[in-house]
Every structure is written in C-alpha cells, then in structure tokens.
C-alpha cells in the first residue's frame, strides 16, 4: 500500500503544471555582465559610441506573467565614457548633459507588455539632465538559467532613441538624437 501511495504521488506531481513565480533580480554590475551604451551622430558623417561605465538596477521578472515584470535603474551620468578624454569633458559640461547638476539618471518601468514577435515593450519613466518622460524600450529575452556559480540568471538586451530636445539637451551639429543599447544579465535574489 505504501508502495502504491508513493508511486502515486510520485506520477501526481509530475503531471501537474509547474508554477514558477515572479523572481527578482539584481543587475550583475559587478561582473561586468551589463552594459548601458549609446551610440550618437557626429556631424552626420559617422559615430560616437559611448558607455556609462557606473550603474546598478533590479528586476522582478515572471514568464508566465510579463505584465507583472519591471525594472528599475540608476546610472551615474559622471561615468560618461567615449574613449576620448575631452570629448567626454565636452559631453559631461554644461553644453550638454551637465553631469555637475544632474549626475545621476533613472529608469523606472510601469508597463511591460509582450508583443505579437515575443518582444517586450518595456515603458517608464525616464529622468535626464533633470527632466522625467516616458519612453519605451524595445527589449528582446535572451535567456534564463541556472550559473556555474550556483546561482540563476535571466538576461536582456533593448534598444530605444532618445531625442535630445526632449530632454532640454543642447542639439549639435546633425545629431538630434542619441540611441541607446542595453544589455542587462540579473542574479536571482
């Protein structure tokens, strides 16, 4: 008889659907497995890309529910990096982005929505150079899965573009706008 109950147990919890929560994560910053990058016009005859090198965000990710997903992010706008020390000077000035005044950029999600392609449509609010819109970042699942280190993974990359009037930032030259890369890997918590 306990044999029986066993095996029936057993067979009863294979065959009912597994239920997986929403999980929270943490932007792995420190193993440089994410990167936030911009790409912007330089005189309409090529590009300068750039990264923001200091950051840090979460996540609360659930594939079985992406409507109840989102993601909060802060960037330390002084981090500016575009390879070129002036250049990066310039950009960080008051000319620009004025890093002396708003030195910190946020990101924080309140709709996600899964498209027709399987695409995310992640929209929220963000804050630059001191003033807050919504934009959308148009995001793509990598993957999820267990680490060599013992601990679970869920990445993403997304692209949006941002036009800089709408952020009160100076247009120069035949750039009006700066596109942005994104490419998160978050630790389970």
């Not at 027709?116 to 001191?130: E, K, Q, V």
């Amino acid at each position: 008889m306990k044999k029986l109950l066993l095996v029936t147990t057993v067979a009863s919890a294979l065959t009912l659907p597994t239920l997986v929560n929403a999980a929270d994560y943490k932007i792995d910053t420190r193993g440089a497995h994410a990167s936030v990058n911009f790409k912007v016009s330089h005189l309409g005859y090529s590009f300068i890309k750039g990264r923001f090198n200091t950051f840090s965000g979460d996540f609360t990710f659930d594939a079985n529910n992406i409507e109840a997903s989102k993601v909060s992010v802060s960037i330390d706008t002084t981090s500016l990096d575009s390879n070129h020390a002036e250049r990066d000077k310039h950009i960080k000035s008051d000319d620009f982005i004025n890093t002396g005044k708003y030195s910190t950029s946020t990101f924080v999600s309140n709709k996600v929505v899964k498209n027709a392609d399987g695409t995310l449509a992640i929209s929220g609010d963000l804050t630059l150079h001191g003033v807050t819109k919504n934009i959308t970042l148009d995001t793509e699942f990598i993957g999820e899965g267990k680490d060599p280190w013992g601990g679970y993974r869920a990445g993403f990359q997304a692209t949006t573009r941002l036009e800089l009037k709408d952020f009160g930032i100076k247009v120069m030259g035949a750039s009006s706008y700066v596109d942005m890369e994104l490419h998160v890997e978050g630790i389970r918590q």
